[in-house]
């Protein structure tokens, strides 16, 4: 009162002081220590104090961030730079798990069907680890529950969910454009000398099969991803957001050609089975029937452009190694189940282990996987998880349930021929709609439950 403010008249000296005294200290300690020693830490407590500051912006960034994630790295471990593979750590598992933590405090979280079908396989698989497997095999089979669970945890309003939404569209239709010059103007050699650098599997001697094709003579499209699998997979992911979320043709087209440039037949197949399904339950068909059309003239004019006439022939007479390979894989793998009905362990079998042990065996199917490490049991559980996902998201009726149900389709199509969810950034654009669905469906339920029981009242 009297006029006088009550704050200390030395808080401001002393703040001042205390930023200079803090300034000194951390200019003497890079006298006498390694600089990467203390940027480390230091880089740790900023992106700690950034994602307890701005939650949902930092969830964005993350997510953002997953399609690049990969050749970031790897340009970094290139070039020289130190500690890569904890800064890899670092812009995926730690946020994410943070994320988690923030969300659940803030939002609160009520399990449903499918989050007990997955805690379950989880339980199952973790049990048998610690019989016969390693925590590495585990993590690497189970790494893909942390973008569910912070899914789960999250809400979005109306306007956040479209920018999530067009910016996965247009972020995938911008590196589909460029990952082109690869394709046309650059050609292999500068990805091989990459993968070779940092010591990437199957470089010796160029790219690894995953990169060719039979009957086609030119470089998949793979953009800023590990391999043209997973991008032909972020494509399906951003082609299927676009279709409920947007109207502008033109990334989609972006995207498209990018689909189209990846040559991956599962996503293809994981697209062509989405779509359709959302243009029925959205009801729009008349929409759906022009697309087609566009899509149509664009694979036959892409057909002379990129030489495919000989990769179609070789799918259509069944003379492809590669969907021969597929097939003997999946036979393989349920006989191997059928076999080992408690599982043989992610020891020998997991995606890691034949990096190190060409002995081992891998089983490139995300089901007969499962089964054959942990268990028919533990494959079937992660099977009602997908199950109950889908009838979860399929009667809530909102673009964010259509959403969620056109990647949940997609996704278990091509996990039927290969393991999408062992690439960390690729389980984190598959996931996250799919728990940020299950929540909103789980909300939405109580929320009608509330009415009905206060209108009885």
């Not at 300690?29 to 740790?44: E, R, S």
């Not at 009667?395 to 999408?420: H, K």
Request: with cysteine; glycine share 8%; aromatic share 10%.
């Amino acid at each position: 009162m009297n006029g006088h403010s009550l704050e200390n008249p030395f808080a401001s000296a002393l703040r001042a002081s205390t930023a200079v005294l803090a300034l000194l200290l951390a200019a003497s300690l890079f006298i006498f220590v390694p600089t990467t020693l203390l940027l480390i830490p230091l880089a740790g407590a900023v992106l700690i104090w950034m994602v307890f500051r701005w939650p949902m912006t930092a969830l964005g960034v993350v997510l953002a961030f997953m399609p690049i994630d990969f050749m970031v790295i790897a340009l970094g471990k290139f070039f020289g730079l130190p500690h890569m593979t904890v800064v890899s750590v670092c812009d995926k598992e730690v946020p994410l798990l943070l994320l988690a933590g923030i969300l659940w405090r803030r939002n609160g979280f009520k399990p449903a069907a499918p989050d007990w079908f997955l805690l379950a396989s989880l339980a199952i698989a973790g049990v048998h680890t610690i019989f016969d497997g390693t925590v590495v095999g585990l993590w690497t089979d189970f790494n893909f529950v942390i973008p569910y669970l912070v899914g789960r945890m999250t809400v979005l309003t109306q306007t956040q969910e479209q920018v999530w939404a067009r910016g996965a569209v247009w972020i995938m239709g911008i590196l589909s454009v460029f990952g082109l010059a690869e394709v046309f103007i650059f050609g292999e050699v500068p990805r091989t000398l990459l993968y070779a650098a940092i010591g990437s599997e199957g470089t010796e001697g160029g790219l690894s099969a995953s990169f060719h094709a039979t009957g086609f003579s030119g470089l998949r499209e793979a953009a800023t991803t590990v391999g043209p699998n997973g991008f032909g997979v972020f494509c399906m992911i951003a082609l299927i957001l676009w279709w409920v979320y947007c109207r502008n043709p033109l990334p989609a087209g972006m995207v498209g050609v990018g689909l189209i440039c990846s040559l991956t037949r599962s996503a293809w197949v994981g697209t062509a089975a989405a779509i359709p399904l959302l243009a029925i339950v959205m009801k729009q068909n008349k929409r759906f029937f022009v697309y087609a059309a566009m899509v149509l003239s664009l694979v036959v004019a892409s057909i002379p452009i990129l030489g495919l006439g000989d990769f179609i022939v070789s799918n259509k007479t069944r003379q492809d190694d590669s969907a021969q390979s597929h097939q003997e894989i999946i036979l393989s793998g349920l006989q191997f189940a059928a076999e080992h009905p408690l599982g043989a362990g992610n020891e020998k079998l997991g995606p890691e282990m034949p990096k190190q042990d060409k002995n081992t065996g891998l089983f490139e199917t995300t089901y007969p996987q499962l089964a054959a490490e942990y268990g028919i049991a533990a494959a079937l559980l992660f099977a009602g998880f997908l199950f109950t996902a889908i009838r979860c998201v399929w009667q809530q009726q909102t673009r964010l349930g259509y959403a969620a149900l056109g990647i949940l389709v997609g996704a278990s199509l091509v996990m039927v021929v290969t393991l999408p969810l062992t690439d960390r950034r690729l389980a984190c654009w598959i996931l996250f709609p799919i728990g940020l669905a299950v929540r909103s469906s789980v909300s939405r339920k109580n929320s009608l439950t509330s009415s009905a029981e206060s209108q009885a009242v």
